[in-house]
């Protein structure tokens, strides 16, 4: 199948995959070179009450949200009211980092590809107020670099969050509003909603997670507002997900002008290399597959949910998917399998194990802000294990896996998890042979000295 041909076709995939993934519910919606949009479900929005998934269900998109934030703040540079290469600091004198040179020379393309080098996983609440999004601006005064800004990669919440605060100063106005107009400017009626605090959607999935064996729900937790413009409160219908990606597609005035939305889905900056998941990193975009063939994307996760979006622009197709459960992105790695077969640079699959890597070098601790990595060895081979190292938000949990060795760095399989293996990267070897950095969930840690 390499585009369903009907709804049916649709459900048939998500069927006989879905019951193979630790999944409460899921939801697969694939729009192709006609534009009319197919949507399957299965399962449940909540594994207690039964209510089942239906095609209008509300799923948490998370990170998906962050292709949104972009398109909107590349309108603004069209506006005149953003400046994509210069300086932050030239429009909003405020904005501040930990490191001087840095405060400087920081960019909007640099925050857009999470090429900043901010030490981002940062999860100040600022409250709910007007002021949330630039109380939290001003608290990334403390956070310090993990690389030079446009010299590397590293997965970055709070630049996000920055960018937030910048199209508020750009608009004059809060930016949930601003959000709200500009799609509603482009979808007229849709789902799509950052959620206020008190809020009850109906129809909408609560995330699962697995407890002795077996599914259940979570207690579902508004995180503070200040990350909504990385995706931590997005909800939405997956047809409207799909509608909004159409747009990508087909070069709308309405949203961009056709020279920016290619700018968007070109490569902006590149991870190091041995990261499977992610091969470059566009304006807002994900870049998967292979060099030649690099096709734009977004996962998104939220506490027990995830999300995945997926163009190929030549063909004209669009594929988006929810689920509950720590079986999602094995599920989504499934569906695409079956929709796309040709398309092999979006499955994310591990390369194959190389034996005799040399692993000393590899050994130590290693940290960000939030978090810490304990490379380690013992009698059945490397371990990592990780935790929080100044979080006070409670929000980093320990955890631990096994590693084995790949072509150019390692792969995690996280203890207890059904969830898909993950790339664990090292770079920047110094002249003993010891790395200085490893990245995980995209994100780069820096050796500890002891």
Known sequence: MSAPASAS???????????????????????????????????????????????????EIGSLTKVLVASI??????????????????????????????????????????SSGIDGDF?????????A??????????????????????????????????????????????FDTRIAALLGDHSLRIERRGEQRSNRADGHSMDDGRLVPIARHLPPYAHAPAGARTSSSLHDVVRLARLHLSSDPRLLPTSQLRAMQSVQALPPPGDWECAARGLGWELFGPPERLLPGHDGATPGQAAMLRLVPDRGIVIAAAATGPGARTLFSALLRR??????????????????????????????????????????????????????????????????ALDRGLALRRDGS?????????????????????HVGQRMHRRLRT
């Open 133 to 178: 999004l630039e109380a939290y601006a001003h608290a990334c005064a403390e956070l310090d670099q993990l690389h030079a800004p446009g010299a590397g990669v590293s997965y970055c919440n709070a630049g996000y969050a920055i960018i937030g605060w910048l199209i508020e100063r750009a608009c004059m106005r809060p930016f949930g509003e601003v």
């Open 339 to 404: 929709l796309l077969p040709d398309e092999a640079g979006l499955f994310q699959s591990p390369p194959a194990a190389v034996p005799n890597i040399s692993l000393a070098p590899l050994l130590g601790r290693y940290a960000c802000r939030a978090r810490f990595i304990d490379i380690d060895q013992d009698a059945g081979g490397l371990v990592l294990r990780s935790g929080p190292h100044h979080d006070p938000s409670g929000m980093i949990k320990p955890a631990s896996g096994r590693l084995w």
């Open 73 to 114: 703040a590349l309108q603004l540079v069209e506006e005149g009211l953003l400046d994509l290469d210069r300086p932050v600091r030239e429009r909003v004198p405020d904005f501040r980092v930990a490191d001087a040179g840095a405060t400087a020379s920081i960019t909007l393309r640099q925050l857009l590809s999470h």
């Open 418 to 438: 059904a969830s898909a293996p993950q790339p664990v990267v090292f770079s920047e070897f110094d002249g003993n042979g010891l790395a200085q950095a490893v």
């Open 9 to 59: 076709d649709l459900q048939s995939a998500l069927s006989a995959a879905a019951p193979h993934a630790d999944v409460a519910g899921a939801i697969v919606a694939v729009s192709g070179p006609r534009a009319s949009v197919h949507v399957a479900t299965h399962g449940y929005l909540n594994i207690t009450s039964l209510a089942p998934v239906r095609p209008d269900s509300l799923f």
């Open 123 to 131: 999860f100040q609440d600022t409250g709910d107020g007007p002021l």
